[in-house]
Every structure is written in C-alpha cells, then in structure tokens.
Nanobody, 119 residues
Framework: QVQLVESGGGLVQAGGSLRLSCAAS????????VAWFRQAPGKERAFLGH????????YYTDSVKGRFTISRDNAPNTVYLQMNGLKPEDTAVYYC????????????WGQGTQVTVSS
C-alpha cells in the first residue's frame, strides 16, 4: 500500500512562491507517474501536471505552464511542486496522486494541503 503526504502549503502574497512536497511511503515506491491536482472552493478538482517516475518527463496544463515546476527525488521518494508568481486564483487545496501503471487511474491520493494567495 502506498501513502502520500503533501506538505508545504500556507499563506503567501500574490507574486510569491511556495514549494509543495509529496512524500511517499508504505512500499517500494516506483510509480509510473505522479500528478498534482488542485481544488478551489466551489470548483471541481483540476489537473495541473505530472511527472513520469522513470525519466522525469513532465507535462503541464496551460494554466500553470511557465509558473509551476514539478520535480522528483528518488531518495527520499518525494515529488515537488514549485509554484512561482502565485495569483489569488491559485488559492486551492493541492493534492498529489500516483498511478502505478500507465493505463490505470490515479489510485493513490494524498490528503491535500491548503494554499492561500492574498492579493
């Protein structure tokens, strides 16, 4: 069983930066892909981007491309979301999720970490 724990959220002013962490534990962690999502109040959860565990290939949605960067560290088993140039509309609960194989859904989810951007 895989457990994911996000951390690093908080309150930041517009234009500021935060780095979120997603730490994996529970078994030998070797997912196919790890993604970041967010859910703002009253909105559906939105996909932000992902990183493949082998090769570190990243993909981002247009809404965060150029501002957010996903990276991973095999030891420890941690994925990061570096967020720069934050805007009030980035306020949301941020989640990481992992899938073990390419054709599966994101099966493992963290509990989320709150990011609040003040204007």
């Amino acid at each position: 069983q895989v457990q994911l724990v996000e951390s690093g959220g908080g309150l930041v002013q517009a234009g500021g930066s935060l780095r979120l962490s997603c730490a994996a534990s529970g078994r030998t962690f070797s997912p196919y892909r790890v993604a970041w999502f967010r859910q703002a109040p009253g909105k559906e959860r939105a996909f932000l981007g992902h990183i493949t565990w082998s090769g570190g290939i990243t993909y981002y949605t247009d809404s965060v491309k150029g501002r957010f960067t996903i990276s991973r560290d095999n030891a420890p088993n941690t994925v990061y979301l570096q967020m720069n140039g934050l805007k009030p509309e980035d306020t949301a609960v941020y989640y990481c999720a992992a899938k073990l194989v390419a054709y599966s859904d994101y099966r493992y989810w963290g509990q989320g970490t709150q990011v609040t951007v003040s204007s």
